[in-house]
C-alpha cells in the first residue's frame, strides 16, 4: 500500500514539474518593431520612444527600427539618439525596404544603434547640417561653424563605441557624402546588408555585440517573431496635423471663418470651427521652427489688403499684400529638408484665395458701415415707385416690394411711375418720376 502511495506521489511530481517546465521549452523569443517613415520631429521622436519604451517593459530579445527618412529637426534627432543609447534591449536600425534612405539626421540614428543594417538599394548619409537658427535670416557663420562641430562630435561620440569607422562617418556630416549599402558595409559603417526582416534575425543570430556601457551581450534571435508596434490615434493625428501644409490650410481657413462669424453674428458654428482651427494651426506651427521674419511679412500683407479693401488703390495694394503674403507663408518654415518645406503651390493657392476673399469681404463691410445711416424708412427717399392706385392726393404705392401710403402734390393715375421725395412718419410724399406732358393742338 505505501508502495502504491509512494508510486502515486512520484507521478504526481513528474507531472507537476513537467507542467511548470513547458513554458520555459516552450517559449518563443520576440522582437519589437517600429516603423520610422517619415521625417525627424517631434511627433515621430514621441513615437520612437514609446517604442523603445514599450521594448523594454514587454520582454522583447530586441527592437527593430525600418527606417526611411529624408531627415529632419536636429533638436528632435539628438533626443531620438539619446533614447536609443539608454536602452536596455539592443536596437537594431534597419534601413529598409529597397529604394528607402537614411538622410541627414536618419543616418545620426543609424550610426548610434546597437545593430546598423540595411537592404540592398538604399543609401545613406548627406548628414552635413543645415541651419534651424534662421529665425530672424542668416545666421552668422560663427554660429553655424559652433553647430556643426557640435553635430560632428556627437556622431563621433558613439560611433568609436560601437567600432565603427568614425572618419567615413565623419565624411558623411562635414562633407553630405552619401552611401550605398554596399558602400556603408564595405566603410565598416554598418554591421550587415539583409534583404528582410528574416534574413536580419537569422544573420544576427548569435552574433555578440557591445554595449554603450561596454559589456558584451550575444543576441539570440533565431526563429523569433516580429512583434509589430502601431501608432496610435493621437500620433496619427498628430502626424498628419504636423505636416506644414496641412497647418497652414487651417490657419487660413480659421482666419476666414472667424471674419465670417464677426459680419454675420449669432452663427456661432463658424466662430467655433474657426478658433478651433486657429488654435491647431498654432499648435502645429509651434512643432516647427519658425522664421520670425515671414511672421512680419504676413502681418504687413494683411495690413496691405486691409487697406486695400478701405481706400481702394487700384489693385496696387492688394497685389503687393499677396506678394508679401506669398513669401511669407514660403518662408514661415525654417525646414532643414524640403520635405518639411511649405509647398510652393500650397503658398500661391492660398495667398492668392485668400487675399482676394480678403479684400471683397472688407470691401463689403466698409460699404455695409457707410450705408448704416440709410437705413429703415429713411432709406426709401430717391428710390422709384409704382402707384397701385389713382393718387388724388393720397394712395397706395409699391416701393421695392413694400406697399406705402403715399400722398402726390398732384393727382396721378394708376400705374404712373412716382419718385420719393420724402417721409412724414409712415406717409411718402411722392411726385411723377419725370414731368408730365400735354397734348397741345397744332398752332
Not at 75 to 87: C, E, Q, T, W, Y
Not at 283 to 305: K, M, W
Request: hydrophobic residues 50%.
Amino acid at each position: 500500500m505505501m508502495q502504491r502511495v509512494r508510486g502515486f506521489a512520484a507521478m504526481i511530481g513528474l507531472i507537476a514539474a513537467i507542467g511548470l517546465s513547458a513554458p520555459a521549452i516552450g517559449q518563443q523569443p520576440f522582437v519589437d518593431k517600429f516603423v520610422l517613415a517619415d521625417t525627424i520631429q517631434p511627433v515621430t521622436q514621441g513615437e520612437l520612444e514609446r517604442a523603445i519604451a514599450r521594448a523594454n517593459s514587454d520582454g522583447a530579445s530586441a527592437l527593430i527600427i525600418e527606417l526611411d527618412t529624408p531627415g529632419g529637426l536636429l533638436d528632435s534627432m539628438r533626443s531620438m539618439i539619446g533614447a536609443i543609447l539608454a536602452s536596455k534591449v539592443p536596437v537594431i536600425v534597419y534601413v529598409a525596404p529597397a529604394g528607402a534612405r537614411a538622410g541627414s539626421a536618419g543616418f545620426y540614428l543609424l550610426e548610434s544603434a546597437d545593430v546598423a543594417a540595411m537592404a540592398p538599394g538604399t543609401n545613406a548619409g548627406a548628414a552635413h547640417v543645415v541651419s534651424e537658427l534662421a529665425l530672424f535670416g542668416k545666421p552668422d557663420d560663427t554660429m553655424m561653424q559652433k553647430v556643426e562641430n557640435d553635430a560632428e562630435a556627437l556622431l563621433r561620440s558613439y560611433v568609436s563605441k560601437r567600432n565603427r569607422n568614425a572618419d567615413a562617418a565623419e565624411a558623411a556630416a562635414a562633407s553630405s557624402h552619401s552611401y550605398t549599402a554596399q558602400e556603408a558595409l564595405d566603410q565598416h559603417l554598418i554591421d550587415l546588408i539583409a534583404s528582410n526582416d528574416w534574413e536580419l534575425l537569422r544573420a544576427l543570430d548569435g552574433r555578440e555585440i557591445t554595449r554603450m556601457d561596454g559589456t558584451k551581450l550575444t543576441l539570440h534571435l533565431a526563429g523569433a517573431r516580429i512583434e509589430p508596434l502601431r501608432s496610435t490615434l493621437r500620433e496619427d493625428l498628430l502626424g498628419w496635423l504636423v505636416n506644414p501644409n496641412i497647418a497652414l490650410l487651417f490657419l487660413v481657413g480659421g482666419a476666414l471663418l472667424i471674419y465670417l462669424e464677426f459680419n454675420v453674428p449669432g452663427t456661432i458654428v463658424p466662430g467655433a470651427l474657426g478658433t478651433l482651427m486657429v488654435l491647431l494651426a498654432i499648435f502645429a506651427l509651434g512643432l516647427l521652427p519658425i522664421r520670425f521674419t515671414s511672421v512680419l511679412l504676413l502681418v504687413a500683407a494683411l495690413v496691405l489688403l486691409l487697406l486695400e479693401a478701405k481706400f481702394g488703390g487700384h489693385g496696387v495694394l492688394a497685389i503687393a499684400g499677396i506678394i508679401c503674403l506669398t513669401f511669407g507663408t514660403l518662408t514661415l518654415i525654417a525646414a532643414p529638408v524640403q520635405e518639411m518645406a511649405i509647398s510652393p503651390w500650397v503658398a500661391l493657392a492660398v495667398s492668392a484665395a485668400f487675399g482676394s476673399i480678403t479684400v471683397f469681404l472688407v470691401r463689403l463691410a466698409v460699404r455695409a458701415r457707410r450705408l448704416k445711416s440709410k437705413l429703415g424708412p429713411s432709406a426709401l427717399v430717391g428710390r422709384h415707385a409704382r402707384a397701385m392706385e389713382a393718387l388724388n392726393p393720397e394712395g397706395h404705392v409699391l416701393v421695392e416690394g413694400e406697399i406705402w401710403r403715399a400722398v402726390s402734390s398732384e393727382p396721378v393715375p394708376a400705374g404712373a411711375s412716382l419718385r420719393v421725395i420724402g417721409l412724414d412718419k409712415y406717409l411718402l410724399r411722392v411726385e411723377p418720376a419725370s414731368p408730365q406732358r400735354t397734348n397741345s393742338p397744332p398752332i
